[in-house]
């Protein structure tokens, strides 16, 4: 855990170098904006500890799968994700020395990342190896406006001396993954030009023997310079080297002069390999920002964020690091995914790191979705859904290539394409309750905005194909006169191969039902539909909804009688249960204990029955889910960052409000305080919706129930005042909570009634209504 | 399956070229002495389907661990087995043409390994592309008497032209393994030097992250060439490359006459780097091997070879397939493994091939010590537990890794030097049995050779330090009230991570039991030894002693009372229970099915419980041993080489005579007929023993009882007669096994009683004594 990051409402700022922490430093730093992303970097040349990273989003590199032993089944690929080129390098030469922080001493450092505005600002004041002091002033966006575009302004100012200064502003696609074997790179390059302060690069991935496309991406770089914020005229001589192209301008700077770099740079994305059409269209996209100006640019830039915040904003007051915190997460979210594309997703790491490979994982639809769903659009959410429609085919021959046959679908666990590119055994094949995930996102999605038309439409033929892989998933146990799911491994990973995973079993179970009553709706509602699902889908109606009825009232689930709980898996109480302060010091236990250890030990990574619990909360009594929160809680290790979340929820919802608080703050600054030792290699995005929904699901008990939104709000005592907007149907609510109040603003002109606590409220569009607790 | 091999008593014979299974005669042909190996490859130029392969003992390259996610406690390096200098090869230009028997009419054509002298011959005529016949004549062997020698005779005679010949005898070091990465390589060159009829290489292996040694292999040749079988003068131009040096020897040979080259090789292998004292060693070999020249080399490798099959002969009479079968094993599993060096092992593909990393696997311990201790002198079984003795330190320490304390041991599933080599969870930390088996070793050595030194002075430390781990690796199950023992892999490896395995549940207990029975009796015989145990183990004698008997008398045995049959893990029966013929078109499964539906079927890679009643047939009554059989049997697919034979065994000694030679066929010809459509990749050394066992433990019913050798001999009705040799305590016998009787002839002096059937007789030295079936 780190604490180097200075609290502030709207800024993560680093104060002064903290060299060690470079790396996390530039991950929490990163920007991006749907289409593109980039890491913390310097733009100058740094030779101390750095990641670099530049990312645009959808393209990847199919790497060799890299196993001990092959298994029959196995993805041929692993979807690598890409270190592209490099658009936001400036090299800086001060007489002959080239300018690097880590040669220099330095006197004032301050990195912020301003996430009201999506602005990346770096002031540094330092002296150079041979003395002589110089200031330094970055300000960089990835433009949510021109979400191709982004601008970089780049100040640099001799404060006691005069001396020559070569600035070259340049693109390098010389760039190599850190996880590569073999110093390999991914990178050919098809272009590369220069004129004027201009230059580009088309670079291409490399040939693949799986048959994926190839990506070409143009980066593009325009830049001019003024001094004293004029206008100035120099030459700039042009370097053209292989994948490389810069612009060295040579300038006299005398004592207290500002030279200011103005670089835009466009990065487009390609898979026809049409060069001449990519290069003539990032030109004129570099004709139309450059046109525009740094500062429209920014202002441009600024607005769209602003437009977010107003939508999905959470404000805290009383507590700084909770502040920041949440809209830390709120913000990384947002630029890692804006919903204008259904063909791209939400990685793991997003833009801010290359680690694990692919872009969707069952993330999305358990975490990701729901936040959507509340703070964006609701194309947002659906377009997300409409990824997995699309890929419908690809996860039923994923399942053929399994031996499931009729139409079963199996998604895959890891995917950018809808094939599957990840490769242990263990995952691949077993943690099939990504399945259930995406069942259930559909009915989430419809359960929120009330919008029937998905389902229909797109949503049930995604419904039939996993059910079917649950009714081929299940087999007949003579023994236990039950059917019986084995071989699986449930969200919690630090458990394999398991028989009867209470939480697999039970969202396979609730994909059947709901199978069934979205079917028998449709047959009501749009029988025409219904036939054409049935001849699309080849579906055996009775018999194939017999088959599921039979797995529904005959399902094993392990339970424990005696401690009343339900079991994880089969034989779980066999393990030595111990909690987990009897292993304080020895935690994370991912760090410190051989996997073998970890496998047989009771320790939970995230608590399956937990999560079970929380998805299909209405399903379970008070006191049950209490005494399964009871019994699990206390071995969880929470070393998923998508667990604690789902903790805080359950909390909040049992009144547990110290423990909800706890968990809160565990998955609310895990990156900003690099709880898990691994900020350095990129932030855990998928889970920063977690965070948002510890406090709108857990805090403020945000629910649908009867197509009504329902808020059961408290003050978390360690807050004075807190305040949250949500969008339902059409209106859009802040909803601001004190210790004794809530307070429903609804800011759009679409009147809402909503439940708060057990009172049915009415709030026309722009009124308010205020509530006791 | 493939049927193309001649049947023969003594010879493994191609007639006709079979071009498309080259590599499959290649494995077949390969030869070696313990020391070297090399598959049957052409010493000319081949431009066909071919796999190279030459195989210097206990030379290996820690390669990188390939891995999707890396575990805790996974280890750093793969240990690769080499392909090593090439020191076969010749070519041979004929006029401007260089022979390639790809590109020539072959008008006939015979590959013979005589196995009874362990050579190999190539006779050819063929036509070449551009017209003119020529023979092709070549004979060559590693020898047994000079373990780091080897020679080729290779002759040519152009039957219908004369022409200029340029034959060029090499050493080549520019080879790569098939699998490895990126066209890799894995050899420098330290020296090369070349002279009149002669040239040497050394080579290293390429420096390692890992810390393991590197080896310096020295490889030298010398030739000399004869026309028509009478010296003649020749020039030799030396050719000196990268890792290559060769003599081109240029001759006008006429039509009809034969010229002969004898290429002599030396392999010798080093780690201490001294390049200087090796070449110098290889040179004196060399010397010494010349000086004997071709005929008497062979000379003494065929009298070398005599001497082994003296003691190891199965003779079947009445079926050529079953003869030739089962000396081809014995024939590989001796040459492959001499017992002479206890720092080398026997690798799942001894000499033949590449594929799997590492030397050591539990197979050496559960079937190929039973197999040297009938048919070898007792050092060579007593090396072999030397070995393990040697690495114990080292499994000390991979258990520490994992988490183990206190001196217990887990020795590594894979090794070369006793590190674990082996990547993937399922098995490095899980298939611990083999633990089991290396105790289990110990006891069958002190059971056939009645030698009580070696447990007393070395395997009472093994022992302990197995016990120790088996104690740490169970937990106490407060639910069952018995010792359980979570996530492990059985020997059947179509099962991972299960719980309670019937197997390993069972030998862990039976090395407690052991391991208390051996401390207690060396307490009588020797307390001063036990005392210097107790203090170089750090001994707890009564605590120790005490938690194992309480883990012996609580331990939890899987069990299904309704069908009296023992589980071969916790919950199998909830499995959907088929038997092999249902699938019977799908098989191989592990061809056919992904790795997910292989896990959760039924079907039996191995059968755990009978591996478990075969090696523990004493605890069991008959009764017992053949309802489990009957369970079991019907659901085993045989996929491991090591499978059938102990179905075999159980079969003949239930009475199963059908079943008993339908697994006796499956191991016999496993290879020779290619079953697994795998031996192009290299020969199933390791299960060859298991052959064996098939015939003396299974038809002949040898055991070991009350110290005496014990036999049950019946003829398989396939069979008019056989008769196999086996060693006992000083004793080497002659069993000649017919329908009506047993006849033992007693070859050496030494007199044995010995049981026959249920009759006790004696056998004096030389005398034979016949007893009626």
């Known amino acids: 855990m780190k604490n180097y990051i200075t609290h502030d409402d709207w800024c993560i700022i680093e104060e002064g170098f903290h ?49 001990g032993w092959w298994k029959n089944g196995y993805p041929n690929y692993f979807a690598k994700v890409l270190n592209a080129c ?149 030459q700039s001589l042009p370097i053209r080297n292989e994948k490389y192209v810069g612009g060295a301008v040579t300038l006299d700077l005398r004592a207290g002069q500002e030279m200011t770099l103005y670089k835009y740079a466009v990065n487009l994305a390609a898979t026809d390999g049409d060069t ?83 872009s969707t994982y069952w993330d999305t639809e358990a975490y990701c979705i729901p936040f959507y769903l509340s703070t964006a659009e609701s194309g947002v959410a659906r377009n997300l859904l409409i990824y997995r429609y699309k890929h419908l085919q690809k996860a039923i021959e994923n399942a053929q290539k399994l031996g499931f046959t009729g139409g079963a679908a199996l998604y895959p666990m890891v995917t950018m394409n809808g094939e599957e590119c990840h490769n242990e055994w263990e995952i691949t094949f077993e943690e099939i309750h990504r399945n259930g995930a ?65 939480y697999t079993n039970y969202i396979a179970v609730w994909t059947l039902k709901y199978t069934l009553e979205v079917i028998n709706n449709l047959w009501e509602k749009d029988s025409a539909r219904l036939n054409d699902v049935i001849f699309k889908t080849n579906f055996d109606l009775n018999g194939e909804m017999g088959d599921w009825r039979h797995i529904i009232d005959h399902m094993y689930f ?51 029955v937990l999560q079970g619990i929380y998805l299909f909360e209405e399903d379970f009594q008070q006191d049950e889910i209490r005494r399964n929160f009871d019994f699990y809680e206390p071995m969880t290790v929470h070393e998923s960052s998508l667990s604690p979340c789902v903790h805080a929820i359950l909390a909040a919802g049992l009144g547990l409000k110290e423990k909800a608080y706890e968990m809160y703050l565990r998955t609310a600054r895990l990156d900003l305080d690099d709880y898990n030792n691994d900020t350095e290699d990129g932030l855990h995005i998928t889970s920063m919706a977690g965070t948002w929904m510890s406090v709108v699901k857990g805090f403020a008990g945000q629910r649908v129930r009867q197509g009504l939104l329902s808020l059961k709000p408290y003050l978390p005592e360690q807050w004075s005042r807190y305040s949250f907007r949500i969008g339902f149907r059409g209106s859009l609510l802040s909803v601001e909570v004190t210790q004794n109040t809530v307070e429903v603003h609804n800011i759009s002109q679409q009147d809402l009634t909503l439940m708060v606590g057990d009172e049915r409220i009415f709030v026309a569009g722009g009124a308010s209504e205020t509530v006791s607790l």
């Open 19 to 67: 060299e060690a922490n470079n790396e996390i430093s530039e991950s929490l730093m990163s920007l991006g904006n749907g289409r593109m992303g980039q890491r913390g970097n310097f733009e100058e040349h740094y030779s101390g500890k750095t990641l670099l990273g530049n990312y645009v989003a959808g393209v990847y590199f199919p790497d060799k799968t890299r196993v």
């Open 86 to 234: 490099n658009w936001v390098g400036i090299d800086v030469k001060i007489g002959e020395e080239t300018l690097d922080l880590n040669k220099c001493l330095i006197q004032q450092f301050t990195r912020t990342l301003n996430m009201k505005e999506g602005t990346l600002d770096r002031k540094v004041t330092l002296t150079l190896p041979g003395g002589g002091a110089i200031q330094l002033h970055s300000t960089r966006f990835c433009s949510m406006a021109d979400d191709r575009g982004a601008a970089i302004r780049y100040s640099i100012t001799l404060l006691d001396f005069d001396e020559i200064v070569t600035i070259t502003p340049y693109l390098d696609g010389n760039i190599r993954n850190r996880d590569s074997n073999y110093e390999e790179t991914f990178w050919n390059e098809l272009h590369r030009e220069t004129s004027f302060s201009e230059g580009h690069l088309i670079l291409e991935t490399k040939p693949n023997p799986y048959g994926v496309e190839q990506f070409q991406v143009a980066t593009g770089m325009r830049f001019n310079i003024r001094i004293n914020d004029l206008a100035t005229d120099y």
């Open 276 to 358: 001449d059409k990519l290069l003539e269209s990032a030109k004129t996209y570099l004709d139309r920002i450059t046109g525009k100006g740094f500062s429209q640019m920014l202002a441009e830039h600024q607005a769209a964020w602003a437009r977010k915040w107003e939508f999905n904003d959470i404000v805290i007051e009383g507590d700084k690091a909770a502040q920041q915190g949440i809209r830390f997460n709120i913000f990384h979210l947002q630029q890692t995914y804006t919903g204008e594309d259904e063909t791209l997703n939400i990685g793991p790491k997003g833009f801010t790191g290359e680690k694990y490979g692919g």
């Open 438 to 502: 995406i069942a259930f996102a559909i009915y989430d999605y419809t359960r929120y905005t009330g919008d029937e038309s998905y389902v229909s439409q797109y949503g049930i033929e995604v419904l039939i194909a996993i059910s079917r892989f649950w009714k081929q998933r299940v087999n007949w146990s003579t023994q236990k006169g039950k059917y019986v799911m084995l071989g699986v491994t449930g969200p919690n990973e630090y458990e394999n191969n398991v028989n009867n995973n209470w």
């Open 558 to 608: 392990p339970y424990d009688d005696a401690k009343r709980v339900f079991l994880q898996q089969q034989g779980f109480l066999d393990k030595h249960l111990m909690t987990v302060e009897d292993i304080t010091p020895e935690r994370p236990i991912n760090q410190n204990w051989s996997w073998d250890r970890i496998l047989r030990s009771c320790f939970i990574k995230q608590a399956d």
